[in-house]
């Protein structure tokens, strides 16, 4: 059974550095064609695709936050790390970790998402 | 980027009717060497995060009711709700995998009449 939890504050001031921890259980992101992504969703809005790690070490970013974005993994401790720097209000939002596969392609697994507001 | 366009915003069905969603790209999804469509749909409940309801534009994820459907090719893709039932009220969205960044249309939230 494949699941996942996103962990990190709640509140973060302007300009601060984000971290966020995907915990998972159910799958070893050391298996071939295993990722997982990032996607957050501001209140009320639609979904936002943010990063994406897999087995291999490959990492894929979005274009628009690419400059602020680091994304690692800790195969040891089953955990997918994100990182965004220069945090602003718009950057409120509900982040979620999903897992995905290369044969897919699609997240199928996703944690219940963790709301982080940014404000001062 | 391949934007995603959905329509309507919002539908009101009633129950045991059909509803049916639309989601236009500004690209071609469709991949020629598999003959593939990488557009995907995932409903959302309140207070929930997305869940899988359909792959490669018509394959059903395991677990979904199958009053649900997918159709389409290219750029032009379907949701269909046979049936509608009070659970299926959600947000629903579309997402390519196509090409990165991988994005998702703004949503069509799905109401009962």
């Known amino acids: 059974q494949i699941t996942l939890k996103e962990s990190g504050p709640t509140l973060v001031n302007p300009t601060q550095t984000l971290t966020l921890t995907c915990s998972f259980s159910g799958f070893s992101v050391t298996t071939s064609g295993v990722g997982v992504g990032w996607i957050r969703q501001p209140p009320g809005k639609a979904l936002e695709w943010l990063a994406l790690i897999y087995w291999d070490d490959d990492k894929r970013y979005s274009p628009s936050l690419k ?54 | 980027d391949i934007v995603m ?15 049916t969603i639309n989601c236009k790209s500004s ?10 469509n990488y557009l995907a749909w995932y ?19 395991s677990g979904v009711p199958d009053r649900f459907s997918g159709s389409g090719s290219g750029t032009d893709f379907t949701l269909t709700i046979t049936s509608l039932q009070a659970e299926d009220v ?24």
């Not at chain 2, 071609?28 to 060497?33: A, F, M, P, R």
């Open chain 1, 67 to 120: 400059s602020r974005l680091t994304i690692t993994k800790d195969t040891s401790k089953n955990q997918v790390v994100l990182t965004m720097t220069n945090m602003d209000p718009v950057d409120t939002a509900t982040y979620y970790c999903a897992h995905r596969t290369q044969q897919r392609l699609v997240f199928g697994y996703w944690g219940q998402g963790t709301l982080v507001t940014v404000s001062s």
């Open chain 2, 5 to 19: 366009t959905q329509s309507p915003d919002s539908l009101a069905v009633s129950l045991g009717e059909r509803a």
């Open chain 2, 27 to 36: 690209q071609s999804v469709l991949h020629s060497s598999n003959n593939r």
């Open chain 2, 43 to 61: 409903q959302q409940k309140p207070g929930q995060p997305p869940k899988l309801l359909i792959y490669w534009a018509s394959t059903r994820e």
């Open chain 2, 90 to 113: 959600a947000v629903y969205y579309c997402h390519q995998y196509y090409s990165s960044p991988l994005t998702f249309g703004q949503g069509t939230r799905l109401e009962i009449k």
